[in-house]
């Protein structure tokens, strides 16, 4: 029963450093979204990725690259880290009843 | 694009009282979902609602899908400690929107014992 899972759960990242978000799902559904999440801004959509092997922008893409690897797999990926990239990051993944599976978030500080 | 104007931002109440908070649009929403999140995790599903008028219970809770699809409200009766924490409206467009969710700003819930 992991549903969505994901890691690391916590990061501190120096400016322009690059890393992996990684997220995976068991309950087989065929869209995953990744969304960062600020104080009093609610959470905003970066990418998403309707079924494997597609993936399409979201609100707030910029700086930000993903792949789906599989069905399972949605990671996100930062290529050169900035300081406004400080955020929680939550992946989830999605029904056919339009409701949305959400991990527990990464926590990522930039410096 | 699309925005959810949830209300009010935060509410500070005491327990045993009733709690109501709602979310606005602009524009029409085919579906509308109602979230909470604890400390530290992640948004949970509370309420699905995917017809206007709708009206929904799970234990406590009660939620509502708008008559104009432009809006849905959240009410807890008698509320206790456990019930805090931050609650997310979210709507789905409906058509080729794949299933993507506009989130409200969150209501931040704080119950005194």
């Known amino acids: 029963n992991a549903g969505v899972t994901q890691t690391p759960k916590f990061q501190v990242l120096k400016t322009g450093q690059s890393m992996t978000l990684q997220c995976a799902q068991d309950?087989?559904?065929?869209?995953m979204y990744w969304y960062r999440q600020d104080p009093g801004m609610g959470l905003r959509l970066i990418y998403y990725?309707?079924?494997?092997?597609?993936?399409d922008k979201g609100e707030v893409p910029n700086g930000y690259n993903v792949s789906r690897l599989n069905k399972r797999e949605f990671s996100l990926r930062l290529e050169s880290a900035a300081p406004s990239q400080t955020s929680v990051y939550f992946c989830?993944?999605?029904?056919?009843?339009?409701?949305?599976?959400f991990g527990d978030g990464t926590r990522l500080s930039i410096l | 694009g699309q925005q959810l104007n949830q209300s009010p931002q935060s509410m500070f109440i005491q327990e045993g009282e009733d709690v109501s908070m709602n979310c606005t649009s602009s524009?029409?929403?085919?579906?509308w979902l109602w979230y909470k999140q604890d400390p530290g995790e992640g948004p949970v599903l509370l309420i699905a609602?995917?017809?206007?008028?709708e009206l929904t219970s799970n234990g406590r809770l009660t939620a509502q899908f708008g008559i104009t699809r432009k809006d849905s409200f959240l009410n807890i009766s008698a509320s206790i400690p456990s019930d805090v924490g931050i609650y997310f409206c979210?709507?789905?467009?409906?058509?080729?929107?794949?299933?993507?969710?506009?989130f409200g700003q969150g209501t931040i819930l704080t119950v005194h014992p």
């Open positions: 609602l995917y017809k206007a008028g």
């Open positions: 990725s309707a079924s494997e092997g597609t993936t």
């Open positions: 524009s029409i929403f085919n579906t």
């Open positions: 309950m087989n559904h065929n869209s």
């Open positions: 979210a709507g789905h467009a409906g058509g080729t929107s794949y299933g993507k969710l506009t």
């Open positions: 989830a993944s999605g029904t056919a009843a339009l409701t949305q599976h």
